[in-house]
């Protein structure tokens, strides 16, 4: 089992601010994804990165995948309230971290 | 595509009662995920199947949980019996094909055994 390790657990920020979360571990991945759920839903996916050094952009959202495939952070450019939720990475065994309960306030 | 479809979608019980939770993957996925969420445990994976073959049952927290899945179409997750410390919400997901392939997640089933 690859051990998945997110930080930090909670951040609550202002609208506006950029903010950095981060999935590490022990373990080379073959492929690394992050997941946003929301109250009361399912995770849903937002992006799959596979590559060492991959950056992936979506939007307001940038993630990158750490050149050794061990980590990988997740970048959000002036948050908005409906970045608010709970960010989860997941590795190629379909295993997740505890995740980062993001609040954006008004 | 309606998605993954779980049952009920809260259900509360007495300790020591059985509580039998359901869903329908999507069609076409040959995958599908058992998970369970608490705020102290995170995600965790229970089970996953292949074809409707169970491959990895090691997350199954005890012999009081059991999963099948009789055909492509519809899975069970059942616990007899129930505890308290079984409260939580339990999701079900599908994949095309498995291992770092998008999964769908259904709604959820939040379960309180009192």
């Known amino acids: 089992t690859q051990l998945l390790e997110q930080s930090p657990q909670f951040l609550s920020i202002q609208e506006g601010e950029n903010l950095t979360v981060y999935c590490n571990s022990s373990s080379v991945f073959s492929s690394l994804q992050w997941y946003r759920q929301e109250p009361g839903e399912g995770p849903v996916l937002l992006v799959t990165v596979v590559t060492g050094g991959e950056v992936k952009k979506l939007k307001r959202l940038t993630f990158q995948f750490g050149d050794a495939r061990k980590d990988s952070s997740l970048h959000i450019t002036a948050a908005q309230p409906g970045d608010t939720g709970l960010y989860l990475c997941a590795g190629g065994d379909m295993r997740f971290g505890a995740g980062t309960r993001l609040t954006v306030k008004p | 595509d309606a998605g993954v479809i779980q049952s009920p979608r809260h259900e509360v019980t007495e300790m020591g009662q059985e509580v039998t939770l359901r869903c329908k993957p999507i069609?076409?996925?040959?995958?599908l995920f058992w998970y369970r969420q608490t705020m102290m445990r995170g995600l965790e994976l229970l089970i996953y199947f292949n074809n409707n073959v169970p491959i990895d049952d090691s997350g199954m927290p005890e012999d009081r949980f059991s999963a099948k899945m009789p055909n492509a179409s519809f899975s069970t997750l059942k616990i007899q019996p129930s505890e308290p410390r079984d409260s939580a919400v339990y999701f079900c997901?599908?994949?095309?094909?498995?291992?770092?392939?998008?999964?769908?997640f259904g709604s959820g089933t939040q379960l309180s055994v009192l």
């Open positions: 069609s076409g996925h040959d995958y």
């Open positions: 997901a599908s994949s095309p094909t498995g291992w770092g392939e998008k999964l769908f």
